[in-house]
Nanobody, 117 residues
């Protein structure tokens, strides 16, 4: 089993920056990919960014050029650097880890990101 703990959310003004962290523990070698989804009230959940064990990254078109996903040397913590934040980025951000064998998802507790205008 994999446990995910998120941190780094908060309130920031438009144009500011935040960095989200997601630390994985447990059976970390079962993880194939990690990343973040986000969900705003009344909106569907959307993939924000993902990174695979091989280092490939994927971003939502709305965040390309502003957000960067990365991982540390141990590959058990991922980061989402969010720059030039916009009010439209306001959402609960959920870290996920995808299991290698069956692609099942583990989820973090969620962290609120609020961007004021």
């Amino acid at each position: 089993q994999v446990h995910l703990v998120e941190s780094g959310g908060g309130l920031v003004q438009a144009g500011g920056s935040l960095r989200l962290s997601c630390a994985a523990s447990g059976s970390i070698f079962s993880i194939n990919a990690m990343g973040w989804y986000r969900q705003a009230p009344g909106k569907q959940r959307e993939l924000v960014a993902a990174i695979t064990n091989g280092g490939s990254t994927n971003y939502a078109g709305s965040v390309k050029g502003r957000f960067t996903i990365s991982r540390d040397n141990a590959e058990n913590t991922v980061y989402l650097q969010m720059n030039s934040l916009k009010p439209e980025d306001t959402a609960v951000y959920y870290c996920y880890a995808q299991r290698y064998n069956d692609y099942a998802f583990y989820w973090g507790q969620g962290t609120q990101v609020t961007v004021s205008s």
